[in-house]
């Protein structure tokens, strides 16, 4: 992993490791990479509530407030409970079009006691994500999910 992103772990670890409220650190963490890295159109959460998973905290363009488990990258993700990296949204079958600039998105899912779904991911690039991304944005949940189980 790159070692500029290393250094955006290091910070946001310090940023929300001593706050417990879920939704304070899922916003505090959306704002602060939303901010830290380029060509990133869109980054938040969407929790789960039964069968669909709800808007949460995010920065970027107005989004979807609901999608179903199962269907679209969101909803993908959290139903194989693995992470998708998609070069070309368009091309991701039942893709769910919420930003039309997007065009590449990573998606990761996340469970714990009392707490799930996703933190999602979009570009105005295609391919714009790399195996680096992809492990930043894994470790960064794993990060989130330390605030919520000490």
Same mark, same amino acid.
């Given at each position: 992993?790159?070692? /500029?992103?290393?250094?955006?772990?290091?910070?946001?670890?310090?940023?929300?490791?001593?706050?417990?409220?879920? =939704?304070?650190?899922?916003? *505090?963490? /959306?704002? @602060?990479?939303?901010? *830290?890295?380029?060509?990133? *159109?869109? =980054?938040?959460?969407?929790?789960?509530?039964?069968?669909?998973?709800?808007?949460?905290?995010?920065?970027?363009?107005?989004?979807?407030?609901?999608?179903?488990?199962?269907?679209? +990258?969101?909803?993908?993700?959290? !139903?194989?409970?693995? $992470?998708?990296?998609? &070069? &070309?949204?368009?091309?991701?079958?039942?893709?769910? !079009?919420? &930003?039309?600039?997007?065009? /590449?998105?990573?998606? +990761?899912?996340?469970? $714990?006691?009392?707490?799930?779904?996703?933190?999602?991911?979009?570009?105005?690039?295609? /391919?714009?994500? $790399?195996?680096?991304?992809?492990?930043? @944005?894994?470790? !960064?949940?794993?990060?989130? =999910?330390? $605030?919520? *189980?000490?």
């Amino acid at each position: 992993m790159k070692e /500029s992103y290393q250094l955006l772990l290091k910070q946001l670890e310090a940023l929300i490791s001593y706050e417990k409220d879920p =939704l304070a650190n899922a916003a *505090n963490l /959306s704002a @602060f990479l939303y901010h *830290n890295l380029e060509q990133v *159109n869109w =980054l938040g959460f969407y929790f789960q509530q039964g069968d669909e998973l709800v808007l949460g905290p995010f920065h970027g363009q107005p989004a979807c407030t609901r999608l179903p488990i199962g269907q679209g +990258v969101c909803g993908t993700a959290f !139903a194989k409970k693995e $992470t998708q990296v998609v &070069d &070309d949204v368009h091309a991701f079958e039942g893709h769910i !079009a919420c &930003d039309s600039a997007s065009e /590449s998105e990573v998606v +990761v899912p996340f469970e $714990t006691e009392g707490l799930s779904g996703v933190l999602d991911i979009d570009s105005p690039v295609k /391919s714009r994500f $790399t195996d680096d991304e992809k492990a930043l @944005f894994e470790q !960064a949940t794993t990060i989130y =999910l330390k $605030t919520l *189980n000490p």
